[in-house]
């Protein structure tokens, strides 16, 4: 991108109507999702001029008027727009501040670049913030806490977790939980539990982010062992699905689990933050996802399951759908493909499509 994305943002809203930043905000937003033609030539001038895509404003600039006051300041002073949105996602005002503090010292001035180093600094900092955030995982009033072997244990299970009739299942919309985080409904969790560990059992979640599957499974009596590349809660373990069995994770090793859960990045994720057509676009996310279920499978019984999510994204005239795909590279893995559940928020904003692979047992 040319040019600072904070001046950019503010010169699209300058380019439409509007009697505050929201309505301007809006009007930017409705103009690009409308056809091509009916754009006002303003608008047109400031895009074409900056040479950016109508998805990158959508999705990545005009989420800018919802940042707080102090972050808006730190883009001022240098700090790109992707750090800028981690530290946005952190909900306490003190924490974003702690953040922000390598920058105290850097004078605002649009356009300007960050001295090198710092913006790296500022993300180090707002991932350890984020993580600490999150890792309020608290059950009936105490912190949760992870055995020697970095399991988490069940809690007693006062229940079972209920299983969804039929493969079509609906859940209430999640509220107060950014769209970006990815996050699973429980319930979602409660029935994926109920088809694969209904009276309990180990489960390994290798893409774990900020653990809501362990936490689920803990109170249906299911212990569970959870890594993420990049953590977001205290009990993940900072660990690559790819290579988890070579990866020195004393609690992981063949045979040990009962279900595998593996929740990669949609594509379009995977893509924004790789250099996509250098890892050879939808076959090179492809393999990666292989990888990240031929690197932990050994982990999982014989007759234990794997279960894999995805969901389509839709943007504007484009939808990206992998989960055929995801589906194929699971029997090309040689596990049996036996189920395949579609989990509907019941407002219609979100869709999950599980699949179910299990592993054979040898004859
Ligand atoms: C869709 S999110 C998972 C969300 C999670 N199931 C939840 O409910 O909070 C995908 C996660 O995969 C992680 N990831 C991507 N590549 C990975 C890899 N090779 N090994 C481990 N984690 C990876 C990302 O850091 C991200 O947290």
């Known amino acids: 991108v040319p040019r600072s994305p904070l001046v950019l943002y503010h010169d699209l809203l300058a ?10 905000a809006a009007a930017v937003r409705s103009a690009l999702r409308g056809e091509a033609d009916a754009m006002p030539a303003p608008l047109r001038t400031v895009l ?6 109508r998805g990158y404003v959508l999705r990545h600039l005009l989420p800018v008027r919802g940042f707080a006051p102090e972050v808006r300041e730190a883009m001022q002073r240098g700090l790109p727009l992707a750090v800028a949105r981690l530290v946005n996602g952190i909900a306490d005002a003190g924490a974003r ?3 922000l503090a390598p920058l105290a010292d850097v004078a605002p001035a649009a ?15 707002a991932r350890a913030e984020r993580g600490r955030a999150r890792a309020t995982a608290h059950r009936d009033g105490r912190a949760v806490t992870l055995s020697d072997d970095g399991w988490l244990a069940a809690a007693r299970p006062t229940a079972r977790p209920r299983r969804p009739r039929g493969d079509v299942w609906t859940f209430p919309p999640l509220r107060g939980v950014p769209r970006g985080a990815e996050a699973l409904h429980p319930l979602v969790v409660e029935g994926l539990l109920a088809r694969t560990v209904p009276t309990g059992g180990r489960l390994i979640d290798v893409t774990a982010g900020a653990g809501t599957i362990a936490q689920v499974a803990r109170r249906f009596g299911v212990d569970s062992w959870s890594g993420d590349l990049e953590p977001g809660a205290e009990f993940v373990h900072r660990a690559d699905a790819r290579t ?25 994720a995977w893509a924004e933050h790789r250099d996509a057509a250098a890892l050879g676009g939808l076959d090179g996310y492809l393999d990666d996802v292989a990888d990240m279920v031929t690197g932990p499978l050994a982990a999982v019984r014989p007759g234990g ?5 995805t969901r389509p994204v839709r943007e504007p005239r484009r939808v990206s759908l992998t989960t055929s795909h995801l589906a194929q590279l699971l029997t090309d893995t040689g596990l049996a493909l036996e189920g395949y559940v579609v989990a509907v928020a019941d407002a219609g904003g979100e ?7 299990r592993v054979p047992v040898a004859d």
């Open 244 to 268: 988890l069995l070579v990866g020195g994770h004393p609690g992981v090793g063949p045979g040990v689990a009962d279900v595998l859960v593996i929740h990669p990045p949609t594509y379009p």
């Open 111 to 125: 356009g300007a670049l960050l001295p090198r180093g710092l913006a790296a600094q500022v993300e180090r900092m």
């Open 351 to 357: 869709d999950w499509h599980v699949l179910l692979g």
């Open 97 to 99: 501040a702690r953040a």
């Open 305 to 309: 399951f794997v279960v894999l999510i």
């Open 15 to 24: 380019a439409v109507p509007g009697e505050d930043e929201t309505a301007r």
């Open 48 to 53: 074409e001029g900056a040479g950016v895509s």
